[in-house]
């Protein structure tokens, strides 16, 4: 059901995509108290109700009258991180250009970030980085995003965000390092060689050897217990 305030929501943007006479009533109705940054019966954010609907000068037009692009629902879901992914490259980029957090977790503790890795969407990624987000903010597991990347087997986003600067050493909480995770995909013939990720694997080994990691590297036990006793692992 839609509350009276999406309503009222609706009808001001309406009117002013229109550009019908009743402009000003619709300003009048903002300026009088239609509230943008509400939850309505379900949770959904007014903003969120436009973002389903994919009409991006409506979303922007809310956002211009004070639509907050870091709103939340109660749940935790973040409109920045709930529109990347496959598609809606504009729709983020307007989220971004009103101030939509780069470094937004989505209600999973997931990066914004990392579902764009997961769809390799380099636009996306592209416009998260240029609005400063951080490669090495972690997901609840501690991945940062080369490493989160490597467990999709996608190592040519890993190999690429080790050279934006990434950290290359961060560890998970079960102790697996990003040489881990190649060394045991290499060695235990995880990777098809007539697929892209194995060369991608061996390019991205290649460079950590070249920045002075040692292969075959620690094991996620070792990696463990040097982390408790405030140890280097690599």
């Avoid at 109705?29 to 009409?55: C, S």
Wanted: proline share 5%; with cysteine; glycine share 10%.
């Amino acid at each position: 059901m839609i509350s009276t305030v999406f309503k009222n929501l609706v009808y001001v943007i309406g009117v002013l995509l229109s550009g019908c006479n009743g402009g000003d009533k619709a300003r009048s109705m903002i300026a009088e108290g239609v509230e943008l940054n509400i939850h309505g019966d379900e949770g959904i954010t007014p903003l969120f109700w436009l973002m389903l609907d994919k009409d991006l000068k409506a979303i922007e037009l809310a956002l211009t009258l004070g639509a907050d692009p870091n709103f939340t629902t109660p749940d935790g879901r973040h409109p920045v991180a709930s529109i990347v992914g496959e598609g809606d490259d504009d729709i983020l980029f307007v989220l971004l250009k009103y101030g939509g957090n780069a470094n937004a977790v989505d209600h999973n503790g997931f990066p914004a970030i990392f579902n764009s890795i997961g769809h390799d969407n380099w636009i996306q990624i592209n416009m998260l980085l240029d609005a400063g987000a951080d490669l090495n903010k972690t997901d609840l597991s501690q991945r940062n995003a080369p490493l989160y990347a490597s467990y999709l087997n996608k190592f040519e986003i890993a190999y690429k965000l080790i050279g934006h600067g990434a950290d290359f050493h961060q560890p998970s909480t079960a102790g697996a390092t990003l040489a881990w995770r190649i060394h045991k995909k290499l060695s235990k013939n995880l990777l098809n060689p007539q697929y892209d990720a194995h060369g991608w694997a061996i390019k991205v080994k290649d460079l950590l050897i070249e920045k002075g990691i040692k292969f075959p590297p620690l094991s996620p036990e070792q990696v463990r217990e040097r982390v408790k006793n405030g140890e280097a692992i690599n």
